[in-house]
Structures are given as structure tokens and as C-alpha cells.
T-cell receptor, first 117, second 118 residues
């Protein structure tokens, strides 16, 4: 596998279900990100992990719970979602040298299309 | 707060025409980075270019060129001799430090949908 992979590619879940999205990067990066892309809003950055530590949580509801067990893997645990959470969820990774004031491009996975019924 | 504006929601051109996609940004930081991404119908975001705030040289890569003007806070993207395969949504993005000073925070513009007609 190369680049950034995401599973599943499509997910349909009821509001009472619990599911998890998985992301894996094969680029040797040390930072990973979750984004939400819905039809009516621009790409929204949800969570930022750098060196496996969560460094940003952009006012995301607690029904979304991220987990980063190591620098190559990122999960998004979902529970009691609402229909308005239906969207494309994108994972990305990058090299992080922000302590030196250098910011690198992010590489994105293909996304998980989530539908909440 | 930082912000990225892409005023053109949709653009249609005929193949071989040149097209410019506009991007205007707002930030209070003196050090920041700007990016362009392409999202074709398949959905995957593809990185095109990265530019830091201290480098105002224009860049050309094949049919693509970028014009960065710090004085007007703009980072415009031009496709020369457009092709049908250029049809996609193009996003401009701005990156700066997170509130903790660790990691980077990306803000994306709303995107411009480009349709290149044969």
C-alpha cells in the first residue's frame, strides 16, 4: 500500500450505532488529521495529531472521538451520530516541523462516505 | 482568525482556453504557507503547490502557474490551454500554527468548481 488509505470507503449507520473509521499512512509522516467535507460547508478541520498527541480539536461534538495509537494510524470513533453528520470524512498526513515555523503539504486519503440514517 | 476566500464558485471554459482561479486570504501571522489542491470527480484531494509567505516568486509547472502577491493577499492559479481532465474542484488553503504552537492548522477556501468543455 502507498500513500494514505482509509477504510471503509462507504458506511451507512443508524443513529444508535457505534462504528469506527480507520486511516493509515505509509509516507513516514509524523502528523495526521481528520476533516469533514459536506455539501454545504468548506472542508472543516476536525482534529490534528502531531507525534501522536492531539494538538487541535476544532469544537467537534463529543460523539466524534479520535484515537492515534502511533504515527501511522488514526481512528475516528463514532457513536450516536445525527443525520447532519452525513458527509465525506477525509484523513490526511504531513510532515510536521511547525516548531521550526515550517509547514508542509498534507496528503489525503480517498475518504469515507458516511450516511447516518 | 484566518480566512480563505475563493469568490468564484463555478467556472466553465472551453478546452484550450486559459483560466485563472482566484484566492484571497486573511491572516495576522507574518509566517504562513499557502497551498492549492485539486479534487477531481473521484473525490481524492491532490496536492498541487506549496508556497511560503517569504517567497513571492511566481511559479510555473507545465500548464500551471501561480501568482502570489503579498500586497493584495492573493495567491491566484492559472491553467493555460485547459483540458477536459482539468475539470475538478480546486481548493486554496492557508496553514499556520495551532493555538498550542505544535502542529499546523489548515484552513481551506470553499473551492472553485472548474468545468472544461470539449
Amino acid at each position: 500500500e502507498t500513500g494514505v488509505t482509509q477504510t471503509p470507503r462507504h458506511l451507512v449507520m443508524g443513529m444508535t450505532n457505534k462504528k469506527s473509521l480507520k486511516c493509515e499512512q505509509h509516507l513516514g509522516h509524523n502528523a495526521m488529521y481528520w476533516y469533514k467535507q459536506s455539501a454545504k460547508k468548506p472542508l472543516e478541520l476536525m482534529f490534528v495529531y502531531s507525534l501522536e498527541e492531539r494538538v487541535e480539536n476544532n469544537s467537534v461534538p463529543s460523539r466524534f472521538s479520535p484515537e492515534c495509537p502511533n504515527s501511522s494510524h488514526l481512528f475516528l470513533h463514532l457513536h450516536t451520530l445525527q443525520p447532519e453528520d452525513s458527509a465525506l470524512y477525509l484523513c490526511a498526513s504531513s510532515q510536521d516541523q511547525s516548531h521550526g515555523g515550517v509547514y508542509y503539504e498534507q496528503y489525503f486519503g480517498p475518504g469515507t462516505r458516511l450516511t447516518v440514517t | 482568525a484566518q480566512k480563505v476566500t475563493q469568490a468564484q464558485t463555478e467556472i466553465s471554459v472551453v478546452e484550450k482556453e486559459d483560466v485563472t482561479l482566484d484566492c484571497v486570504y486573511e491572516t495576522r501571522d507574518t509566517t504562513y504557507y499557502l497551498f492549492w489542491y485539486k479534487q477531481p470527480p473521484s473525490g481524492e484531494l491532490v496536492f498541487l503547490i506549496r508556497r511560503n509567505s517569504f517567497d513571492e516568486q511566481n511559479e510555473i509547472s507545465g500548464r500551471y502557474s501561480w501568482n502570489f502577491q503579498k500586497s493584495t493577499s492573493s495567491f491566484n492559479f492559472t491553467i493555460t490551454a485547459s483540458q477536459v481532465v482539468d475539470s475538478a474542484v480546486y481548493f486554496c488553503a492557508l496553514s499556520e500554527a495551532t493555538a498550542l504552537g505544535i502542529g499546523q492548522n489548515f484552513v481551506f477556501g470553499p473551492g472553485t468548481r472548474l468545468s472544461v468543455l470539449p
